[in-house]
């Protein structure tokens, strides 16, 4: 049918689908994933949550979420051997942040490389977020348990709806990432931002222990006002504790089924 | 059996009911779990022969708790785990070999580790030749003595059951074990010298845990 | 923030018990800043500049402006950008990436103040709407570290900033051929000044064991667990906030934390404007050529 292959030329595929299956298709695998969760408790479109773990199968733990519009994977390497001087008794983290280019309305240049040394071009908002991720975690993993060790945590974000979700669906993503490859944790952290007017508060929350991890805000608020958004916050977080806690343990008891079963049969 | 699931962070109980195990964590007079999975208690003595030197103490009455997940355990080189390692190169004055297990758990990515002249044999330490020890490709049991530097793991051999477990000859031929520093090869009776372990069936428990 | 081994456990075992009895190493209560001097206009090449000393963190401040094209999105505002640099400074203790990261980090919420339109007024450095504006560097060099360097260079940048000189501009607008020209006044005493009024400044305060303190030193801060930054305008209000230093916070500490940041933030706001005024008082005294100008304790306000 090719007659032309040879000069490189390629006539498109050989069937033809209707684009309209395509779609019917994406629809059915969602309300068939077996391991995700859609929290439709909530009526409004930003807060809607799906979260699925276990996606990259290469990783040593790995993750999927939507929060709102905002559709991020994350996956975990190591513990692994860190070549680093910096310091033996605990683990280091690394992470990485990327965009890609379709991330957003506005392209985003993939050739716009940070490179480590340079100083004008790392100061980007993937640094910032990597920090601000960094800083969240470091509480909230028992360090001292891997000793000599290094945890790598990439991040992907594929989608991004608002600025507001951004950081919460990432902390998302990592926590559920963290547990997927049974890295050991105080707690399941958990972050919620809320941007009301031109005030970006940003928390990260503990629930079990009852302990803020990280925050962040950017506005004008008084104290009074201020420690009212940390409650909002809080009471969100706990919601969205809620539903990662339905997703693992539902997962697990999956797992355990089928193991169950591999054995009698 | 039905058993109970828990994520990071659930309190399990209180710190004066149980002992923290594995995946387990102490904290502010509770024990909360570290990782994802069903929780396990273990009620039985006669299976906490790890902690037998500390019989007497009232601890031991309690009952250990764990979280286990099957499909994820995790092996990270600590200070005096037990670490199998292939030899891959071998100097007047150091060894060095790539770690791939742990206390009998597969590690995800070799880590690099290194045996030092003086560690080892423990008798003779001065005149020992590397060389008569080690060879590159032998399966060595050694256990980790310190986190080292950037580059690698610090090991000894310096115990009379810890050295090469498997070795070959040029040729490809399984050396077999006839003394504490000899190795044979079955088809030509030719002696290779070799730190080799004395594998006992106590040691073996051991290695299991 | 970097970390400094300190020698023993004994060590970081008195430094949290003076902390706790109210009584830290340098003799200061837990809500008591290190004596902060500043000297204002230290650098003629410099729009503004500023040079400060809290305690024995000194960095240096130097205001520079650019002329540019604003941009689409606000066609009525000018650019405003912090940098911190402490590639110079050995005893800042943490080398390579790890040091890079910290000063991007201070100069990043340096840069969140400047750019809140409730902190900073960006439309006062627009020179044409739609066509020319300033962009204004802020360049912050950390010469001595000693702990607290979030506090210090916000000090300095608020002091600089409000004693920078805005080159005089004369802009004529062609009615005909509707063009836009713009000319720099040859006059160096014709200048006019930036409004930093509601600039904020940062407090941050360090928990260790439970005492909230403010203004940690290096071997403080070798005991901290968590440390809260805030930006605290001078009617209490506060701008920004942000975490650093590894620990956990429960809400309670977290409430009393941001009570005590807007309770020193005006009165570090007005000390610092006090102390500007001084130094724009003092600076007279100091002569054309004074070699010491820098080094002695006597030129600062």
């Avoid at chain 1, 990260?204 to 925050?215: G, R």
């Avoid at chain 2, 690099?112 to 049991?141: W, Y």
């Avoid at chain 3, 400044?201 to 064991?209: E, H, M």
Wanted: with cysteine.
């Amino acid at each position: 049918m090719l007659s032309n292959t040879n000069c490189g030329w390629v006539d498109g595929p050989e069937e033809l689908f209707d684009p309209l299956q395509f779609a019917v298709d994406l629809e059915m695998t969602d309300k068939s994933s077996d391991n995700g969760v859609r929290d439709v408790n909530s009526l409004k479109n930003d807060d809607r949550v799906f979260i699925s773990k276990g996606l990259i199968t290469k990783a040593n733990g790995s993750s999927y979420v939507e929060l709102g519009l905002t559709k991020i994977t994350c996956s975990i390497y190591g513990p692994h051997e860190t070549t680093t001087d910096e310091s033996y008794s605990k683990c280091l983290l690394d992470t990485s942040i990327k965009f890609s280019p379709f991330s957003r309305p506005k392209r985003i240049d993939p050739l716009r490389i940070t490179y480590e040394n340079s100083n004008e071009m790392d100061d980007t908002e993937e640094a910032e977020l990597c920090s601000m991720l960094e800083e969240c975690l470091l509480p909230c993993i028992l360090l001292h348990k891997y000793p000599k060790s290094q945890i790598d945590i990439i991040i992907d974000i594929i989608q991004e709806d608002n600025e507001a979700n951004l950081l919460s669906a990432i902390v998302l993503s990592t926590t559920v990432a963290l547990i997927d490859a049974c890295i050991e944790l105080y707690d399941t952290v958990v972050a919620k931002s809320l941007k009301i007017d031109s005030n970006l508060l940003t928390v990260c929350y503990m629930p079990n222990l009852a302990q803020v991890s990280s925050l962040f805000f950017d506005g004008e608020l008084t104290t009074n006002e201020l420690d009212k958004y940390v409650d909002e916050c809080i009471k969100q977080c706990h919601i969205l504790h809620k539903a990662i806690c339905k997703v693992i343990i539902d997962d697990l008891k999956n797992k355990d089924q089928e193991s169950k079963q591999t054995k009698i049969a | 059996m039905s058993s109970y699931y828990c994520v990071p962070g659930d309190r399990l109980c209180p710190a004066d009911s149980a002992r923290p195990g594995p995946g387990t964590y102490e904290k502010q007079g509770c024990i909360f779990a570290s990782i994802a999975g069903s929780i396990k208690l273990n009620l039985s003595e006669n299976e906490l022969g790890a902690v037998s030197h500390n019989k007497n103490t009232s601890n031991n009455e309690k009952p250990i708790i764990t979280v286990v997940r099957e499909e994820h355990q995790l092996a990270v080189p600590t200070v005096g785990l037990l670490a199998y390692c292939k030899i891959t190169h071998v100097s007047p004055r150091f060894v060095r070999c790539n770690m791939f297990a742990i206390n009998n758990q597969p590690l995800k990515s070799i880590c690099h580790g290194m045996i030092k002249r003086e560690a080892i044999d423990s008798n003779n330490k001065d005149t020992v030749e590397c060389s008569q020890k080690f060879r590159p490709d032998d399966i060595v049991i050694a256990r980790i003595i310190s986190l080292g530097d950037s580059n690698s793991y610090l090991l000894s051999t310096a115990e009379p059951e810890l050295g090469v477990v498997a070795a070959r000859t040029s040729t490809g031929e399984t050396l077999v074990p006839v003394a504490c520093c000899k190795m044979r090869c079955p088809k030509t009776n030719i002696i290779e010298s070799r730190k080799v372990a004395k594998i006992q069936n106590d040691f073996i428990e051991e290695t299991e845990r | 923030m970097p970390r400094v081994p300190v020698a023993s456990e004994d060590e970081r075992k008195f430094i949290v018990d003076g902390i706790q009895s109210d009584f830290r190493l340098d003799g200061r209560t837990s809500r008591m800043y290190r004596p902060v001097l500043l000297a204002t206009d230290v650098v003629n090449t410099a729009n503004g500049s500023c040079l400060l000393k809290l305690g024995g963190t000194i960095v240096m401040a130097g205001v520079t402006f650019e002329f540019t094209r604003t941009s689409q999105e606000s066609p009525n505002e000018g650019r405003i950008e912090a940098t911190v640099d402490g590639s110079g400074c050995h005893s800042l203790r943490i080398f390579g990436r790890q040091r890079h990261l910290f000063t991007k980090q201070i100069s990043r919420s340096l840069n969140y103040i400047l750019n809140n339109p409730k902190c900073f007024d960006r439309e006062q450095l627009c020179v044409v709407k739609g066509h020319h504006c300033w962009l204004v560097h802020v360049d912050i060099s950390v010469l001595r570290y000693e702990g607290n360097l979030y506090d210090a260079c916000s000090f300095a940048m608020k002091a600089a900033l409000s004693e920078t000189k805005v080159p005089s501009l004369q802009v004529t607008h062609d009615e005909e051929t509707s063009e836009v020209t713009v000319d720099v006044c040859d006059d160096p005493f014709q200048f006019g000044l930036l409004n930093v009024s509601n600039l904020p400044v940062f407090i941050s305060v360090s928990q260790v064991s439970g005492i909230h303190i403010v203004d940690t030193t290096l071997k403080e801060d070798s005991v901290t667990l968590a440390r809260i930054t805030y930006g605290v305008k001078d009617n209490g209000n506060i701008v920004y906030m942000s975490k650093d230093g590894g620990g956990s916070l429960d809400l309670l500490n977290l409430r009393s934390m941001s009570k005590v940041a807007s309770d020193i933030g005006p009165q570090m706001n007005s000390l610092l404007l006090d102390k500007i005024h001084l130094s724009k008082a003092k600076q007279p005294l100091w002569g054309h050529v004074n070699e010491n100008l820098l080094f002695d304790d006597i030129n600062f306000v």
